[in-house]
């Protein structure tokens, strides 16, 4: 699933494109909806996205918000969808189909081969969503949004903590809390800091919460410098390779060297090492276990 990281540099990229600093901001030409499910309004029409240029491109949590004409595009890339730039889309619409196209928007051009982006989604689960609105909070997933995970300072980060008492990785995911991580950085973010992903939010010592406040910067800032600058085509590549537990079960800690290990769920798993998080003692699961320290 895209993160903050990515799509922060994937806003980078489109406005970079579409609002350049020393040529005019494009103008929206066509939104064609390749799959029906992927459109979750119905109020604003699309064309109203053409009605002026675009005059901006923001993120809030792990949304893209697209401000263009009289309207905002904000999408949710869900776990498998992804945004595909070509300066050069091929004239004429595309018809609805199973593959993976679930959106295309093109923006207007003197050639017959206008630029754009492409929404994809792999998979048969279907999560991608596209708002079309007059205001972001309109969307239900950006009003329920916390602050964002880098604007959160140290002494508002430790309340938060002590008022919880859930699983301290459950609570980094929890975008009402704290917006813009998901499954793999929260693993990268409990690593770099030491501590289990099975840990209690609220029974974190002061040095422990200290550890993870640093290491929640410390694995975001580096994302986002990683992520800043790439052409949308490479954030993948890059995100994975920067990745020191999260997807690299069985392969060797980078920090001690002991093994990767996973605990898996229904549609989602974590990593984390045995030695740097949790004195060595294996994680069964989240119902089994009875290691949180």
Same mark, same amino acid.
């Given at each position: 699933?895209?993160?903050?990281?990515?799509?922060? @540099?994937?806003?980078?990229?489109?406005?970079?494109?579409?609002?350049?600093?020393?040529?005019?901001?494009?103008?929206?030409?066509?939104?064609?909806?390749?799959?029906?499910?992927? *459109?979750?309004?119905?109020?604003?029409? *699309?064309?109203?996205?053409?009605?002026?240029?675009?005059?901006?491109?923001?993120?809030?949590?792990?949304?893209?918000?697209?401000?263009?004409?009289?309207?905002?595009?904000?999408?949710?890339?869900?776990?498998?969808?992804? $945004?595909?730039?070509?300066?050069?889309?091929?004239? =004429?619409?595309?018809? &609805?189909?199973? #593959?993976?196209?679930?959106?295309?928007?093109?923006?207007?051009?003197?050639?017959?081969?206008?630029? #754009?982006?492409?929404?994809?989604?792999?998979?048969?689960?279907?999560? *991608?969503?596209?708002?079309?609105?007059?205001?972001?909070?309109?969307? &239900? #997933?950006?009003?329920?949004?916390?602050?964002?995970?880098?604007?959160?300072?140290?002494?508002?980060?430790?309340?938060?903590?002590?008022?919880? /008492? @859930?699983?301290?990785? =459950?609570?980094?995911?929890?975008?009402?809390?704290?917006? #813009?991580?998901? /499954?793999?950085?929260?693993?990268?973010?409990?690593?770099?800091?030491?501590?289990? &992903?099975?840990?209690?939010?609220?029974? $974190?010592?002061?040095?422990?919460?200290?550890?993870?406040?640093?290491?929640?910067?410390?694995?975001?800032?580096?994302?986002?410098?990683?992520?800043?600058?790439?052409?949308?085509?490479? *954030?993948?590549?890059?995100?994975?390779?920067?990745?020191?537990?999260?997807?690299?079960?069985?392969?060797?800690? &980078?920090?001690?060297?002991?093994?990767?290990?996973?605990?898996?769920?229904?549609?989602?798993?974590?990593?984390?090492?045995?030695?740097?998080?949790?004195? =060595?003692?294996?994680?069964?699961?989240?119902?089994?276990?009875?290691?949180?320290?």
């Amino acid at each position: 699933m895209p993160e903050m990281p990515e799509v922060q @540099g994937l806003v980078d990229f489109l406005r970079s494109k579409l609002v350049p600093p020393d040529a005019a901001p494009a103008t929206i030409a066509r939104v064609e909806v390749l799959s029906f499910s992927v *459109l979750k309004t119905a109020d604003v029409p *699309l064309a109203s996205l053409g009605a002026g240029p675009v005059s901006g491109v923001e993120r809030r949590g792990k949304f893209i918000v697209l401000t263009a004409g009289d309207a905002h595009l904000v999408m949710h890339l869900a776990k498998a969808g992804w $945004l595909r730039w070509s300066d050069a889309l091929k004239p =004429g619409p595309l018809r &609805p189909g199973k #593959g993976p196209m679930a959106l295309r928007v093109r923006f207007e051009a003197e050639e017959p081969e206008q630029p #754009g982006f492409d929404l994809t989604e792999a998979g048969t689960t279907k999560s *991608l969503a596209v708002y079309v609105v007059h205001d972001p909070f309109d969307v &239900p #997933g950006i009003a329920r949004l916390g602050p964002e995970a880098l604007d959160v300072d140290r002494e508002a980060f430790a309340g938060l903590l002590a008022s919880r /008492n @859930g699983q301290i990785k =459950g609570l980094l995911r929890d975008q009402s809390e704290i917006a #813009g991580i998901g /499954n793999a950085y929260s693993d990268e973010i409990l690593h770099a800091a030491r501590l289990s &992903p099975f840990a209690i939010a609220s029974k $974190l010592g002061p040095d422990e919460v200290a550890r993870l406040f640093e290491a929640l910067h410390a694995v975001l800032e580096s994302a986002v410098t990683g992520a800043s600058g790439r052409p949308a085509a490479q *954030l993948k590549d890059s995100k994975r390779r920067a990745m020191r537990v999260h997807g690299r079960t069985g392969a060797p800690c &980078p920090v001690c060297g002991d093994t990767v290990r996973e605990v898996s769920y229904a549609d989602s798993s974590l990593q984390y090492c045995p030695t740097c998080q949790t004195g =060595g003692k294996l994680l069964a699961d989240r119902r089994t276990s009875k290691f949180l320290k």
